[in-house]
């Protein structure tokens, strides 16, 4: 077990008095390119990263959820805006699409970096969803479950988000990228071997703090359909670069982000396969740029990081994630990040930005039951 699930299990055994029914655990994830795209039906190429949310759950009457992190115990049938709506989400979901799981108790531990654009709550999602469909033998697929996390999250939250966290939390394997059709919900690993490669991954949480659903993310989401609309398609996925043509202002700078990101992100995916890192590197700076000009989701600390890590030899960077904030990307030879982070932290102190904080991840498995 991994550190954070024996958590979860002792404060499951030191809490409730009694062992577990089950442990399961859910990683956090970034995106390697494919911003957006989700919702317009599009590509998407997330990985998992080494950083997880556990939950150890038992079938007793308890109905009581608790944080090890927090140290609280919250009821199941209760609301309040805490970490347990994520929870009580995914247990109103699973009821939802007719699959009854009341009567559990379950602690939590996690070690992913929250609100910072890392999807610390798809791994809570994803995590219980796994947990009480072991616990409860519903019997679901990884994708069933995705999307009835991705439900939790839309309809219980109140956020809308697309399927992509979810997908990427429980479908993720080890060492691997994700690629994910977000119309046909077909997902692919594709190889990631950073290390073969001489390569790190690093992440840079600006620490400007993000809060999904006050942010322009619904925005962005209404001017692609508004987009999609005008040009008589369903979603943005079928739009072609000829169409663009047919568009101005506003609607234009949004579809054309969605029309070459997707396209970018096919090709991320053939440099990947030929291990063409210094493609792959260029697709990731043309993505930042398009969000930054087109899509207007950058701000001045992640094309600062960008910048920073274009000076210091990164073959690619690019903000990651919902954007208005959080985390960057940089793929950079593997001694030099050190380096990176050092000019980083002296340039956003000489610019008066936060202090930035500095992760390295390397692509992990996905959610799995693990006791
Ligand atoms: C957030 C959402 C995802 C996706 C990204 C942007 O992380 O949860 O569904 O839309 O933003 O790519």
Request: include cysteine.
């Amino acid at each position: 077990m991994r550190e954070t699930e024996k958590r979860a299990r002792g404060a499951y055994v030191e809490k409730f008095g009694e062992e577990p029914g089950v442990v399961a655990s859910a990683p956090g994830r970034i995106n390697l390119i494919g911003e957006h795209t989700d919702y317009n039906g599009g590509f998407v190429l997330p990985c998992a990263i080494d950083r997880r949310l556990a939950v150890a759950a038992g079938r007793n009457g308890g109905n009581l959820l608790y944080s090890a992190d927090f140290d609280r115990v919250r009821p199941l049938h209760r609301e309040d805006d805490s970490w347990a709506k994520y929870p009580r989400g995914v247990a109103w979901a699973l009821r939802e699409a007719g699959h009854d799981a009341d009567g559990f108790q379950a602690a939590l531990a996690g070690d992913v970096p929250r609100a910072s654009g890392l999807s610390s709550s798809a791994a809570i999602e994803a995590a219980t969803a796994l947990a009480l469909d072991a616990l409860f033998e519903f019997g679901l697929d990884r994708k069933s479950l995705a999307r009835i996390c991705q439900r939790a999250e839309n309809e219980y939250v109140g956020v809308q988000s697309g399927i992509m966290d979810q997908y990427a939390s429980l479908l993720c394997e080890a060492g691997s990228a994700l690629l994910i059709d977000c119309r046909s919900l077909e997902a692919e690993t594709v190889p990631l071997d950073l290390e073969g490669a001489g390569l790190s991954l690093v992440v840079c949480d600006t620490r400007v703090e993000r809060g999904l659903g006050d942010t322009g993310y619904n925005d962005r989401r209404a001017s692609c359909e508004r987009a999609a609309e005008t040009l008589g398609v369903s979603q943005l996925r079928d739009a072609t670069e000829g169409d663009l043509e047919r568009l101005s202002s506003e609607e234009l700078r949004r579809a054309r982000h969605i029309v070459t990101e997707n396209a970018r992100v096919i090709r991320a995916v053939e440099s990947l396969r030929a291990k063409d890192f210094e493609a792959f590197g260029q697709l990731m700076y043309a993505s930042h740029e398009s969000m930054r000009d087109d899509y207007e989701i950058s701000t001045p600390e992640l094309d600062a990081f960008v910048e920073i890590a274009r000076e210091n030899g990164a073959p690619g960077a690019r903000l990651t994630g919902a954007g208005f904030g959080g985390c960057a990307i940089a793929l950079m030879p593997a001694g030099d990040t050190g380096t990176l982070a050092d000019a980083c932290r002296r340039a956003f102190a000489g610019r008066g930005f936060g202090e930035p904080e500095f992760y390295e991840f390397v692509p992990a498995a996905g959610a799995e039951v693990v006791g």
